[in-house]
């Protein structure tokens, strides 16, 4: 908690911001790899072999993320997960993140720092850390962008474009249950809690990055707008068809038993959803699958379409920030 | 110009996410040492060697830019600056920027495209590309976020905590210009134009950052917040106090002619601007300094305090996001 009792309810107008800084990071910790931490112009991280793995993502208060459903944490949780999933998602150790975020001047101290809190928390699952950032004031929404690097530790990246006619097409981690549980908070429940949990912090399987690239994946995303749509990007970046098997697809019984209650096909939530940052992967045909994949369907040759038992699925789409197709 | 002239007017509102992200990345380069670049869940960049230097630098409209005095092209250049500052000020070479921006969905894509134009012909100045980012929407203010990675080519970085008494305090790059130039504006002008420019788009000595760290640098900060007040962040970490000059802080001409004209001293401009991304270091005192360098002080043992001519100046302090003595 580094933001003490006497200081977490002041608003961070009242506070000088490098006090402010100094308070959010006061607790974090550090790692060997790292060589230059929080507090100089920027942080200088160790790797095992020069290729860094990095990227950035961003979350706004109102389109990401709501007050009302969402703890500082929480959404701490959720935006080094989008950033060490993508890192993941080629293969790579995520190392270390960066956080930057605009908060308007009445924000409490106290929701800055566990906001930090999450990051690490998030981070530490993977022994990754949290190694500099920006504060800014804005009259508008929240808006926090993370960035993280990672460490390829002498692999090839696992790209986009690998897949191969004949591949097999896996999932590793949830899917879908994000989805279900932002359908449960919109019709004014708060149950299962483990859905709306999913949706509130998901939980990512960042081993089956690195397993996925040791055990000869061709090919690898993380699925952050959907099953159907980043499995696009696959095919499209790959120039193959993708044939789904509707049976294959896992549904958990939270989500079968929930979509039962709201009159819902579930796989509208496991083929649509995204943010559970599952990565969905292909491998060649005869490959033994990583621990923590399930197999879902198969790559064709063919125009870069997503088929489900060999047709389009209705009512699919993934998430767009902008454009008339919105969902 | 990556967005054709059919869709430059185009609100991003009327264009798909990925469409938008196409159209405004297609005239983007990449680089020999970037072996996946835009396009995929995350970038693979190889550096000399596996130690990485890496920042993050966030512009809230409103707070950092307005759109009266800055087209978006500046803003890219500055956001790209100020990372890259960030990382030449530990004495790397920067090599990779990452872009995330949150904007309304009435901006038109062809000002989300000047800007990433912008930082990209920042990024060129030092060899650097752009090799990712994430576009958002918001209701609120545009807030743009930068990462900047670097090189430290097997250079130990330089620290803000190295500086020891009887170091030269020297300086590379325009100091105060930026200051004056937002004067200029403030009071209505539009010129002189060179300092109006100045604080549009900075002109960074990177080349100097390397100089330094191979030079002997025992401490060195980007100056973002203010002369003062980031060699006071070099004072504080080393546990030393800073004496400068007046005589020999350099004032430009067309400084000191603007200053005439508004009536005020130049040296508030000089001491107390920040955003022009001069590098302030210190280094032992036989050394030669770098070539770019000006000696403008003296590292003394003491309080960590800076004082010009042995005492302290009124009017001056840093920039503050937030708090009470906000300038």
Redesign the interface.
Known sequence: MPVDRSTRHHQ??????F??INAITAGLPTADFV??GL??????????????????????E???FRHTWSEAEDIGHRVAAANMA??A??G?VPK?L?????IP?ETEAGWVSDLIDGVQAEAEKVGAVV???????????I?I?G????D?QGRA?V???GARPGDQVAIAGRQGWAAAGLTVLSRGFRSPRVLVDALRRPEVRYDAGVAAAIGGATA???VSDGLVADLGHIAK?SGVAIDLSAESLPVDAALRDTAVAFSIDPLLWVLGGGEDHCFAATFPQDTQLPEGFTRIGVVNAGEPVVTVDGGTRRGLSGW??????RT
Chains 1, 2 share one sequence.
């Open positions: 961070v107008v009242q506070i000088d911001e006090t402010l060589s230059v507090g100089d112009d920027a942080a200088v991280v160790n790797l095992e072999q020069p290729s860094v793995v990095m990227c950035t993502d961003m979350l706004v109102g389109r990401h993508d890192v998602a080629m790579a270390a960066l956080l930057s975020v605009a001047a190694v500099g950032g920006d504060t800014n004031a804005t009259d508008g929404p808006v962008s960035t993280a690097i990672g390829l990246p790209r986009r474009s690898m995303i993380d970046a767009r920030h902008f454009g008339p197709d």
